[in-house]
C-alpha cells in the first residue's frame, strides 16, 4: 500500500520560513520523481516543484529563488524548504509521487497560511 505522509506545515508570518517533509512507503521511493503542489481556495492545483530520480529539479515562477526542494532517498523523504514567505503561498500543499499513468500517488495535503 503506497503512502504518502506531508508533515511542517502551520501558521506564519510573512517573510518567515517552513519545512514540509512527505514520508513515503509502499513505492522503490529513488525511482520516482517527486514533487510538491498547491492548492488555494477557489484556485487550481498548481505546480510548486519537482526532482526527478536523478534530482533534477523544476521550480514555479512564482517560487523560484525562495523554496527548495530536495530528497534523501535513504530516508524515503522529500522535503520542501520555503523561505520568504508570502501570503499568496498560502494554500494546502500536497506531495506527489510519479513514475508513468499507472504510478502517479498523492498525499493527503498540508496547511500552510502565511498571515500576520
Known amino acids: 500500500q503506497v503512502q504518502l505522509v506531508e508533515s511542517g506545515g502551520g501558521l506564519v508570518q510573512p517573510g518567515g520560513s517552513l519545512r514540509l517533509s512527505c514520508a513515503a512507503s509502499?513505492?522503490?521511493?529513488?525511482?520516482?520523481?517527486m514533487g510538491w503542489y498547491r492548492q488555494a481556495p477557489g484556485k487550481q492545483r498548481e505546480l510548486v516543484a519537482t526532482?526527478?530520480?536523478?534530482?533534477?529539479?523544476n521550480y514555479a515562477d512564482s517560487v523560484k529563488g525562495r523554496f527548495t526542494i530536495s530528497r534523501d532517498n535513504a530516508k524515503n523523504t522529500v522535503y520542501l524548504q520555503m523561505n520568504s514567505l508570502k501570503p499568496e503561498d498560502t494554500a494546502v500543499y500536497y506531495c506527489n509521487a510519479w513514475r508513468g499513468l499507472l504510478h502517479n500517488y498523492w498525499g493527503q495535503g498540508t496547511q500552510v497560511t502565511v498571515s500576520s
Open positions: 509502499g513505492i522503490s521511493f529513488s525511482m520516482y520523481a
Open positions: 526532482t526527478t530520480s536523478s534530482s533534477i529539479t
